[in-house]
């Protein structure tokens, strides 16, 4: 059932903050709202609220709570009712979302959203309320990050661990009361450290400990081990950049042609599901690589990725390409496309004009190129007959498998799917912009294969193609980098490109 703002009471939207880095306003509250939510599953987009508890202090105490059940107006998954104990008898009387929105928005108006791993709880109050078109926009404190900076050298921040080392009673866990009010005793006792005694009384925190609470407000949507120190020296320019995880090792590689901008945009985006929350506080360190420009940066990105294969990283780890496109012509003067063993070709001096991972995706990448170029599926190797093929039958090929159709004119159409995948010279360089200044990179083609890429002084010259190969790194060619350079000669790029056909 669709819900809007007049119904539930909520007034006004309030205008979305700034999109800037981490521009949290740090014009400090007195207030927060520690926040715990129960959930149906891990992911906002498609998920539900079934309780909330917010505990509201002061700077020096508790001074004020609210909790409530909520009906997530779904069933409740088995598995989330052994993790929670919430079934769905227990919230079947429960308010729905928009019946306490107008509480919520009061209750936390004014104050910083304060969570254990703030993105989770912040992400799907932020869901809940664009459903029903109010945009929910709050400062946020992550205690996860708090505690870091505060109790450094714990082997584990989890919230049951991190109770437990700092003696803090953990009730009901895998509730929102019960962890809620664990997590308000843990920012209480978080306020306290450093806070020197005045005039008897414990209610002046430290200079220190205020600065620190500002900065962590500026810098909540960070990965707890990442510092804004790190994210401030990252060079705006082109490159590819690495996540390392707390044993050191890469998890995931990205490339930009602003590192640090597109780092930010990282760390900026609403929390999606439970794997991206992972990821995100699995991030340790931060390394680079400049590129240069872009072209160079997604071609190291891509060798990297096939390199190292980082667990987070899902598009372009496949690293062996077996398979091969072929292009041959036939006793009748029909040029034929074909698949094949990259290493086995029937005919020795046959090279492969594409290369794909496998079998299954050379016939997929086939079929898509009959169907787009109107070629005939039989002289593609795609349907085995003595006759006409399939497509003929049904009127969608025009004749070439029974001669119906003359070479010429349906060469021609063959041409046009070749051009599509592969190169418009057969070799050639591309010079674009180096690191730095009085540098140039190159990146190498030579007879419709990639070679590599390197840099070289404004100074170089070459007379040869040879010269150009002697001053790259060689990398594998495959279907993904293919791609990127015939995205890059089809785009308006101000490269140099030097023809050697």
Known sequence: MKRN????????????????????????SNLYAIVDIETTGGQPHQDKITEIAIFIH????????????????????????????????????????????????????????????????????????????????????????????????????????????????????????????????????????????????????????????????????????????????????????????????????GKSINIKKRIIQHFNIDYKSRKSLDFKNSITDITYELMGNELVALLFESAEIKRMKPQYNRAQRRSVFNTGIFVYEDENGYKRLTYGSVNKADNESMTPIIALSNHFKAKGFLFHKVAKYNLCQKLCDLYKTTGACFDYQVHQCNGACIGKEAPEIYNQRVEEAIESFTYEHDSFVIVGKGREPGEKSVVVVEHGTYLGFGFVDQTFSASSLSDFKDAIQRYNDNKDVQQIIRNHIRSKHKDKVLIFD
């Open 58 to 253: 002061d700077g020096d105490r508790i001074v004020d709570k609210y909790h409530t059940l909520i009906n997530p107006e779904r069933p409740i998954p088995y598995f989330i009712t052994q993790l929670t104990g919430i079934k769905d008898d227990m919230v079947q009387e429960a308010p729905k979302f928009y019946e306490v929105a107008k509480e919520i928005v009061e209750f936390t108006e004014g104050k910083v959203f304060v969570a254990h791993n703030v993105r989770f709880d912040y992400s799907f109050m932020k869901k809940e309320f664009a459903d029903l078109g109010f945009t929910f926009q709050r400062k946020t404190l992550c205690t996860v990050r708090l505690s870091r900076a505060l109790i450094p050298g714990l082997p584990s921040y989890s919230l049951g661990k991190l109770c437990h080392s700092v003696d803090i009673p953990l009730r009901q866990r895998h509730r929102a009361i019960g962890d809620a009010e664990a997590t308000a005793l843990l920012f209480d006792k978080l306020l306290k450290i450093n806070k020197p005694v005045v005039d008897g009384n414990m209610n002046m925190a430290s200079e220190n400990t205020s600065q620190l609470l500002k900065q962590e407000i500026k810098t909540s949507l960070l990965p707890p081990a990442i510092s804004k120190e790190q994210v401030d020296a990252l060079p705006m320019v082109p490159g590819v950049y690495y996540f390392h995880n707390e044993e050191g090792e890469v998890i995931y590689v």
């Open 5 to 28: 703002t007049k119904n539930i009471g909520l007034g006004k939207e309030p205008v979305e903050a700034s999109a800037g880095a981490f521009d949290q306003d740090l014009n400090q």
